[in-house]
Structures are given as C-alpha cells and as structure tokens.
C-alpha cells in the first residue's frame, strides 16, 4: 500500500443516493464495502464526512437564516451523517470511533488527538464529525485540519467525479482532467479543488489531495495502491 494512512473525505450529498434528500442505507452499505477493501489491507482511516444531505449552514444564510445559527446546524448534519457512516461500518464488522468537535458526549467522543491517533493505530476507524466546531470553516477545512492533526499522509477527496478538470465536466463536454497538478499549478489556473481555506492549509504542510470518484467500485483501494486514479494535487 502506498499510503499507510489516510483522511478520507466524503461529501454528505453522496450519501444521498438517488434520493433528493437524506440518506440511502444502499449508499452507505456499498460506501463500508469501499472501505472495508483498504481497512482488509491495514491502512490505517480517518474519515471527515459533510452534512450537504441534511442541512447547509450557506444555503440557510442565503435564505435568510442567521450564518452562524446555520453552521451549527450544518455541524449537527455531519453528526448525523457521521453516526450513519459508524453504524454502516460496523455492520460490515469493522471497529470504529466516532469523534466530534461540539462536544455531544451521550453519542460520541469529544475529539482529543492523541486518543484518535492511539485508534488509528490499533486499527479502529475514526470518524471526526461537526467540523471544525466553528462557524464559517467548512468539512473540506476539517478534513484537511484533521488529516494534518493526525499526520495522514494524504487526503482523498471522494466526489462523484473523477478528478480535477480543465472546466467543469458537468457543464462543459470538451473539459480534460488532470493527473497530477502543483499546489501553485491549481491557483495558477484558479481551479476549484477545495476552499481557499482547506487549500492553504493544505499546501502549507504539504499535505497532497487526491480527488477521485468515490461512487466507481474498486477506485478507493486503487487510490491508496498508489495507482493513478483521479487528480493528485501535491507540491
Ligand atoms: P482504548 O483506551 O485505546 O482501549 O480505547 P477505547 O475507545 O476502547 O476506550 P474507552 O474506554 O475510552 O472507550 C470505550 C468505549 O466508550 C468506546 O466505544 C468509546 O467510543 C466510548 N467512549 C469513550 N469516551 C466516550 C464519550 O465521551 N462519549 C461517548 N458517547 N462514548 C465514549
């Protein structure tokens, strides 16, 4: 295995399905199947998981809501997704640990570093919910924030698609992806990979992302094979 280990981050829309809202019990069952491959294969996992299925903290403000009342609601969603994600995982008989940055000590751990790192290493899978626990910073920060915490050696951004293009291919039929990019290639080019806030921090500890199609069967584990599947973005 190429990465011993990781920060997978997952979108919550993904959870989705092919339903509009919520969560599709399939999805997450096909989702533990993904991770149970790598997992099989001892790389240690950490997962960030966003809320998008349930609730988005921007959405609500561009309606009107209060901001910071609307991330706070949005941290909840990826408490919800998150505890979702843990059931999945553990049906597909692997250990896990949920850790979240609101302290909701009746369903989960408050996320102490040092003890998520001690699960990583004795195989359990830590899934860190509510973000950051701060308004304003988004799952794609947390992800990248956690996955420096915890020294992962990558962060693999599972999307729904398959890496980073020259346009967006959902629009654009005549977009070309990328292998690999730079750090600076990326904002050179000014394309969309995470936040400008999840993208320093990145760039800063040199920390490289990975974007690949979550939803392709098999990808995950070629990812961390080291195979060249999706867009890797390193400095
Ligand atoms: P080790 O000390 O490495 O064996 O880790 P451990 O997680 O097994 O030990 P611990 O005694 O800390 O936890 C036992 C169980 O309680 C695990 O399932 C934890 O997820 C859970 N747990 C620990 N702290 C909390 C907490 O603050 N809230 C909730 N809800 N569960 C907790």
Not at 59 to 77: E, F, H, I, K, P
Request: net charge negative.
């Amino acid at each position: 295995m190429k990465y011993n280990r990781i920060l997978l981050k997952l979108s919550g829309e993904a959870l989705m399905g092919e339903r509009q809202y919520g969560i599709d019990p399939q999805r997450l069952a096909e989702y533990a199947q993904e991770i149970k491959q790598i997992h099989d294969k001892g790389v240690q996992i950490a997962i960030v998981i966003g809320g998008g299925n349930i609730f988005r903290g921007l959405a609500g403000a561009s309606n009107g809501m209060d901001r910071v009342q609307g991330d706070y609601m949005g941290m909840l969603a990826t408490v919800i997704n998150g505890m979702a994600l843990q059931g999945a995982l553990e049906d597909a008989g692997m250990q896990t640990r949920l850790q979240t940055a609101l302290e909701i000590k009746a369903i989960a751990e408050p996320y102490i570093k040092r003890k998520a790192v001690r699960h990583l290493e004795k195989g359990r899978i830590v899934i860190f919910g509510a973000g950051t626990g701060n308004p304003y910073f988004t799952t794609d920060t947390a992800a990248v924030l956690r996955g420096v915490e915890v020294e992962a050696d990558v962060i693999l951004k599972g999307t729904r698609v398959d890496g980073i293009y020259t346009a967006d291919p959902e629009k654009d039929l005549s977009a070309t992806k990328y292998d690999t990019l730079t750090f600076e290639d990326v904002l050179k080019k000014g394309l969309n990979v995470m936040d400008t806030t999840a993208f320093t921090l990145s760039q800063e500890n040199a920390l490289p992302i990975i974007v690949f199609d979550m939803n392709k069967p098999g990808n995950l584990v070629k990812v961390c094979e080291g195979e060249l599947v999706g867009t890797t973005v390193n400095v």
